[in-house]
C-alpha cells in the first residue's frame, strides 16, 4: 500500500506494539491506520482526558488499547528512539504543537518541562491570550 504526496510516498508499517495483534494494523508516516482485517481506515478521535488524538487497537487477548497516535507513529518509524526516549522518561513531542498533525516529520522526542511548555504557549495561543 502506498500512496502519492507531491514527490514522496507515503510509508505504511505494521504496529509495532507486541500487545496488539500482529500483522492486523498499519501506520503511516503521515499519521493514518489501516485495519487490514477490516479492509478500512480507522478514524482517530480527540481524547479529552489526554489532550491528544488517540485510535483504539485490538489486543491479542481481544480486549481493546487506546493508543495515542503521535506515540504509536513515532514508535513504529522510529523504534530506537522511542526506546531511547522512553529510557529517559522523555515525552514524544509536536514540533508546530498541533496535536492534530501526527506526521512522522512533526514529532520528535524532548524533556518533559519543554514538551509543557510548549503544550502551555499552544493552549494559551489558542484561548488568544498570547
Not at 35 to 41: A, C, G, K, S, T
Not at 60 to 73: D, E, P, T, W
Amino acid at each position: 500500500m502506498s500512496y502519492e504526496f507531491g514527490e514522496e510516498r507515503e510509508r505504511w508499517e505494521y504496529v509495532k506494539d507486541n500487545s496488539i495483534v500482529k500483522n492486523r494494523y498499519k501506520v503511516s508516516d503521515r499519521g493514518r491506520v489501516f485495519d487490514e482485517e477490516n479492509e478500512r481506515f480507522l478514524q482517530p478521535t480527540f481524547n479529552l482526558k489526554t489532550g491528544f488524538m488517540s485510535v483504539s487497537l485490538r489486543k491479542r487477548s481481544g480486549s481493546y488499547k487506546n493508543i495515542l497516535m503521535h506515540r504509536l507513529v513515532f514508535q513504529t518509524f522510529k523504534p530506537e528512539e522511542f526506546k531511547e526516549a522512553e529510557a529517559k522518561k522523555w515525552l514524544i513531542k509536536h514540533d508546530d504543537g498541533s496535536v492534530r498533525k501526527n506526521h512522522l516529520t512533526n514529532l520528535s522526542a524532548a524533556p518533559s518541562s519543554v514538551v509543557r511548555k510548549q503544550r502551555t504557549q499552544e493552549i494559551s495561543r489558542l484561548r488568544g491570550m498570547d
